[in-house]
Nanobody, 125 residues
């Protein structure tokens, strides 16, 4: 059974940093694309980053470029989202999602098959 569990969300001040983790189980990480999404209160869900399957390309939303970095540790079957220079507008529930044999594109990443339950990031001003 494919499972994704996010962790690492917290309250942080503007300009601070956080590392979110997405622990994956039930599948081989390299075979799946892992994407991060976020949803702020009253707003639509938006894609943050997408790490393609099979060592493909990684893409970031424009609003996080240069501040967020996604990486993975195959030994731990975990994907990370390093978030730096956080802003109040980054406040949201962050979700990781997975899809098998999926190659992300710069235009967006939709239709992920598996989702975690999310972790809350709050950035105070």
């Amino acid at each position: 059974e494919v499972q994704l569990v996010e962790s690492g969300g917290d309250l942080v001040q503007t300009g601070g940093s956080l590392i979110l983790s997405c622990a994956a189980s039930g599948f081989t990480l390299d075979d799946y694309a892992i994407a991060w999404f976020r949803q702020a209160p009253g707003k639509k869900r938006e894609g943050v980053s997408c790490l393609s399957s099979h060592h493909g390309s990684t893409y970031y939303a424009q609003f996080v470029k240069g501040r967020f970095t996604t990486s993975k540790d195959n030994a731990k079957n975990t994907v990370f989202l390093q978030m730096n220079s956080l802003k109040p507008e980054d406040t949201a529930v962050y979700y990781c999602a997975a899809d098998e044999n999926y190659y992300c594109s710069p235009g967006g990443w939709d239709g992920m098959d598996y989702w975690g339950k999310g972790t809350l990031v709050t950035v105070s001003s």
